[in-house]
T-cell receptor, first 113, second 114 residues
Framework: GQQLNQSPQSMFIQEGEDVSMNCTSS?????WLWYKQDPGEGPVLLIA?????ELTSNGRLTAQFGITRKDSFLNISASIPSDVGIYFC?????????????FGKGITLSVRP | GAVVSQHPSWVICKSGTSVKIECRSL??????MFWYRQFPKQSLMLMAT?????????EQGVEKDKFLINHASLTLSTLTVTSAHPEDSSFYIC??????????FGPGTRLTVL
């Protein structure tokens, strides 16, 4: 089946630093999504990417849809303590009736004050 | 916009009882909703796709008679865990898909079966 690879499993950074997370796949996806999940809560959509090569920003977050459609990255600039959480990438390879998302395993981000 | 709610946020029940979880899209209509379960420190596992006005589509290995899904309206889907057992204890999360096929997630329901 389709898989999304996120690594490492955990990242530790200092407050104020920038951090980049990658998500890769052997399959092509038509949509890439990045979610953040806090403990005990549901994932919150950060950025949605719909077109190969697309670069989208949301405040301190920037994400890009890889030109090959097999990868995406998320950058967080000037990290703050509330950036702590689990970051999931998700991809969709079809639309309409087959619009299931495939999730990566997530990266747990820790930010040291 | 794009707010999805779940009720209850947590529930504790005795083994053998049934538990119903509601998922509502508050400010948009969703012909498709999804139900996931998540174990500690793991990713989301899709259980089923809920389609308004038709039967849900279950993922392989998910028992449809145990996890009953009803998508009665464009803003409400329910998941009923029937005859719950301790191994059903988990974090259940729903999502609702808007017109752009973007999924927005609910806050989750923590189910503990004693």
């Amino acid at each position: 089946g389709q898989q999304l690879n996120q690594s490492p499993q955990s990242m530790f950074i200092q407050e104020g630093e920038d951090v980049s997370m990658n998500c890769t796949s052997s399959s092509i996806f038509n949509t890439w999504l990045w979610y953040k999940q806090d403990p005990g809560e549901g994932p919150v959509l950060l950025i949605a990417l719909y077109k190969a090569g697309e670069l989208t920003s949301n405040g301190r977050l920037t994400a890009q849809f890889g030109i090959t459609r097999k990868d995406s990255f998320l950058n967080i600039s000037a990290s703050i303590p509330s950036d702590v959480g689990i970051y999931f990438c998700a991809g969709r390879s079809a639309s309409g009736a087959n619009s299931k998302l495939t999730f990566g395993k997530g990266i747990t981000l820790s930010v040291r004050p | 916009g794009a707010v999805v709610s779940q009720h209850p946020s947590w529930v504790i029940c005795k083994s053998g009882t049934s538990v119903k979880i509601e998922c509502r899209s508050l400010d948009f209509q969703a012909t498709t909703m999804f139900w996931y379960r998540q174990f500690p420190k793991q990713s989301l596992m899709l259980m089923a796709t809920s389609n308004e006005g038709s039967k849900a589509t279950y993922e392989q290995g998910v028992e449809k008679d145990k996890f009953l899904i009803n998508h009665a309206s464009l803003t409400l889907s329910t998941l009923t865990v029937t005859s719950a057992h301790p191994e059903d204890s988990s974090f259940y999360i729903c999502s609702a898909e808007d017109i752009t096929d973007t999924q927005y997630f609910g806050p989750g329901t923590r189910l503990t079966v004693l």
